[in-house]
């Protein structure tokens, strides 16, 4: 072969090479950003990341095509596990329609976009939306206390005086094992209002847990046990939180909202800043803060804390015993103990939150996700039980 000839062999060579890397990298630009909305994954690529502005519905065109294979493939399995456990699919879809006609306006656009994008019609994104829920619902036999618990620390209980928060998001383990890959944080940038993240998995719009650009963190627990009253006139409580950290500047504001506002279903709401943590015990017909026995140290569960207000006589229900259910005896006494008082700094956090509630802690069978928050630097931790190590969340990455 002559030199001119090799010369252009090479040529069209690299030029191949060239052409498939630059294919390469436009397919992965394609998949990891779409309309103003980003996906990336935490540090071991264990869970979704995304990051989405504009209206409402804009966010759910972003969402829905940023996430498109995961969420077709949680929406296969979910519904079809749901339907083996007993519940049609178009019981399924009758459930899912009625959570989505509580949902606000907003929220209700964020799934219009999601069906744009997805490949999953209007439908399927509803079903998908609550697909954790209707799943929850077929679990009512498992033997094991069935909600969250929270622990907020700060003063004298950590090493610097900087507030950390550790919750269990607590349903069923063992049979919510296949879906703890879907766990996602959801990072919104609505036109108006405060950024915030939703901490839930992916497709399912309701907020549980989330912290807003001003380091505004909040959890929720159920608080049905204490309260099963429904309130129909009231506006669903996710879509109240999503409310509370698009709008709120501070840990005040964020309760006057929640006490101001009235409470569909009983939920006890923990709220936390840089500086402290409230509990918000929002019982159907009368709502109450309620702050810790100790200065510097706020425990919550699934049941209200007794002592109870005389606006409750007669219809919130009494808690537990310790014996029957101690969650929340344990997290306070393992808090003040000489290993753990003032020594509640992220890896003391992480200790305190491994132990099972055999052992002092708040672990049991129904735990499946972990997660902590750091107000102060706004970074979020999220461990899923028996499937990944602690992943860090650097929200300041996405906040802007």
Same mark, same amino acid.
């Given at each position: 072969?002559?030199?001119?000839?090799?010369l252009?062999?090479?040529?069209?060579?690299?030029l191949?090479?060239?052409?498939?890397? +630059?294919? $390469?990298?436009?397919?992965?630009?394609? *998949?990891?950003?779409?309309?103003? @909305?980003?996906?990336?994954?935490t540090?071991?690529?264990?869970y979704?990341v995304l990051?989405?502005?504009?209206?409402?519905?804009?966010?759910?065109?972003?969402?829905?095509k940023?996430?498109?294979? /995961?969420?077709?493939?949680?929406?296969?399995?979910?519904?079809a #596990?749901?339907?083996e456990? @007993?519940?049609?699919?178009?019981?399924?879809?009758?459930?899912?329609?009625?959570i989505?006609?509580?949902?606000? /306006?907003?929220?209700?656009?964020?799934?219009?976009?999601?069906?744009?994008?997805?490949?999953?019609?209007?439908?399927?994104?509803l079903?998908?939306n609550?697909?954790?829920?209707?799943?929850?619902g077929?679990?009512?036999?498992?033997d094991?206390?069935?909600? +969250?618990?929270?622990i %907020?620390a700060?003063?004298d209980?950590?090493?610097?005086?900087?507030?950390?928060?550790?919750?269990n998001?607590?349903i069923?383990?063992?049979?919510?094992?296949?879906?703890? $890959?879907?766990?996602?944080? !959801?990072?919104?940038?609505?036109?108006?209002?405060?950024?915030? %993240?939703? !901490?839930?998995?992916? @497709?399912? !719009?309701?907020?549980?847990?989330g912290? =807003?650009?001003?380091?505004?963190?909040i959890?929720?627990?159920?608080g049905?046990?204490? #309260?099963?009253?429904?309130?129909p006139?009231?506006?669903?409580t996710a879509?109240?939180?999503?409310?509370?950290?698009?709008q709120?500047?501070?840990?005040?504001?964020?309760?006057?909202?929640?006490?101001?506002?009235?409470?569909d279903?009983?939920?006890?709401?923990?709220?936390?800043?840089?500086?402290?943590?409230?509990?918000?015990?929002? *019982?159907?017909?009368? /709502?109450?803060?309620?702050?810790?026995?100790?200065?510097?140290?706020?425990?919550?569960? =699934?049941?209200?804390?007794? /002592?109870?207000?005389?606006?409750?006589?007669?219809?919130?229900?009494?808690?537990p015993? *310790?014996?029957?259910?101690?969650?929340? !005896?344990?997290?306070?006494?393992? *808090?003040?103990s000489?290993t753990?008082?003032?020594?509640?700094?992220?890896? @003391?956090?992480k200790?305190l939150?491994?132990?099972d509630?055999?052992e002092?802690g %708040?672990?049991?069978?129904?735990?499946?996700?972990?997660?902590i928050?750091?107000?102060?630097?706004?970074?979020?931790?999220?461990?899923?039980?028996?499937?990944?190590?602690?992943?860090?969340?650097?929200?300041?990455?996405?906040?802007?």
């Amino acid at each position: 072969m002559k030199k001119r000839e090799r010369l252009i062999v090479l040529f069209i060579s690299l030029l191949v090479v060239f052409t498939s890397a +630059c294919a $390469k990298n436009q397919e992965v630009d394609v *998949a990891s950003t779409f309309e103003g @909305g980003s996906a990336t994954m935490t540090e071991d690529q264990v869970y979704w990341v995304l990051s989405l502005q504009g209206s409402w519905q804009e966010m759910g065109r972003q969402y829905g095509k940023l996430a498109k294979e /995961p969420l077709n493939s949680f929406f296969s399995e979910i519904t079809a #596990d749901i339907e083996e456990r @007993g519940m049609s699919l178009e019981e399924q879809l009758n459930e899912a329609k009625n959570i989505a006609e509580n949902l606000s /306006p907003e929220l209700n656009d964020l799934l219009t976009g999601m069906a744009e994008t997805s490949g999953l019609t209007n439908d399927e994104v509803l079903l998908l939306n609550a697909g954790m829920i209707n799943l929850t619902g077929t679990l009512i036999s498992f033997d094991h206390a069935d909600a +969250c618990s929270g622990i %907020a620390a700060w003063d004298d209980y950590t090493p610097d005086g900087q507030l950390i928060f550790g919750r269990n998001w607590d349903i069923d383990r063992e049979n919510m094992a296949d879906y703890m $890959k879907y766990l996602s944080v !959801v990072v919104f940038h609505p036109e108006e209002g405060h950024a915030f %993240a939703n !901490v839930h998995p992916l @497709g399912n !719009v309701y907020l549980e847990t989330g912290m =807003n650009d001003t380091g505004l963190f909040i959890e929720l627990d159920n608080g049905e046990g204490s #309260d099963p009253n429904f309130n129909p006139e009231a506006q669903d409580t996710a879509s109240v939180l999503v409310d509370v950290l698009n709008q709120a500047n501070t840990l005040d504001e964020a309760t006057t909202m929640l006490m101001d506002t009235p409470a569909d279903l009983s939920y006890i709401i923990q709220v936390a800043d840089t500086d402290s943590s409230v509990s918000v015990e929002r *019982a159907t017909q009368y /709502p109450r803060i309620r702050t810790g026995v100790y200065d510097g140290l706020l425990v919550a569960y =699934n049941n209200f804390i007794e /002592p109870y207000p005389a606006e409750w006589e007669g219809f919130v229900n009494a808690p537990p015993d *310790a014996s029957i259910d101690p969650r929340y !005896v344990n997290l306070i006494e393992t *808090a003040n103990s000489e290993t753990f008082y003032g020594n509640l700094d992220l890896e @003391g956090m992480k200790e305190l939150m491994a132990l099972d509630v055999t052992e002092g802690g %708040a672990v049991h069978g129904g735990t499946v996700f972990q997660y902590i928050a750091i107000p102060e630097t706004k970074e979020l931790y999220i461990h899923g039980i028996g499937y990944s190590d602690w992943q860090k969340v650097d929200l300041n990455e996405y906040f802007y």
